[in-house]
């Protein structure tokens, strides 16, 4: 006959829980939390009253958003999840647990302070020699300009843009005005159609006068070349 412990899943079990002994003394969370300790809560404290159901202490929420975004969590149903099970958000918020709706409020509720607080993140943690802003992470990101290559266009592509455009314009001059289309609306769209119309106008005479057949020319700036892919650089400071 063996001899084991006894085992049973359905009984209680009660346990003693100490947020501050689940991680280790290096483990990010902590970072995060000496950080905001040391931030300027002021604004964020002006917005509260006395009147009403007392609030989740705003320093624990914020230490709950900025490890999430540290983590790269943006979902507040995730971050729900996170302190419900996870020993680092355990450990942030002293193991309570504001679902995502109250963490979503919070969020928009102080959206103004958010950018503040996290250059007050980053200069405390230069002071602190965390980082040095030497070395800088870069996100590509496709950014469409007002001169894309859409606006370009050579002699083939402005000639039948041109055509689309008296075609419209044509029929629009003889369209009047009805209950759904003002007069106003038709007015409107007879001067976009003009400025088009203007636009391919300039770059068909310019194209013309060009030896090279395959040349083109942007609408919007007649300086700009085709670039693939435009790329908008985010810096992202690495703490």
Same mark, same amino acid.
């Given at each position: ?20 002994? !689940? !991680? ?18 002021? /604004? ?58 109250? !963490? ?19 200069? !405390? ?70 400025? /088009? ?43």
């Amino acid at each position: 006959m063996h001899s084991f412990r006894d085992y049973n899943q359905r009984q209680g079990v009660f346990r003693q829980l100490v947020p501050n002994e !689940l !991680l280790e003394e290096d483990h990010p969370a902590r970072m995060i939390d000496a950080i905001v300790e040391h931030l300027d809560l002021t /604004k964020v404290y002006a917005v509260y009253k006395d009147e009403g159901n007392t609030a989740y202490n705003p320093k624990m929420m914020l230490k709950v958003l900025f490890y999430s975004y540290l983590i790269g969590v943006m979902s507040s149903r995730k971050m729900e999840a996170g302190l419900e099970y996870r020993a680092d958000y355990i450990f942030l918020s002293g193991d309570q647990v504001p679902d995502f709706r109250t !963490l979503n409020n919070f969020r928009a509720r102080h959206v103004e302070q958010l950018p503040g607080l996290f250059a007050q993140i980053v200069l !405390l943690c230069g002071a602190l020699g965390m980082i040095d802003f030497k070395h800088l992470a870069i996100d590509g990101q496709k950014i469409a300009a007002c001169s894309n290559f859409r606006n370009n266009v050579d002699r083939k592509r402005a000639t039948k843009r041109l055509g689309k455009v008296e075609k419209a314009r044509k029929k629009l001059l003889e369209q009047e005005p009805t209950e759904t289309v003002s007069a106003n609306v038709i007015e409107e769209r007879k001067m976009r159609f003009e400025r /088009k119309r203007n636009k391919l106008s300039l770059a068909l005479s310019f194209l013309e006068g060009c030896v090279n057949e395959s040349a083109s020319v942007n609408m919007v700036d007649g300086d700009a070349n085709i670039v693939f892919p435009c790329i908008f650089f985010r810096f992202i400071f690495c703490i």
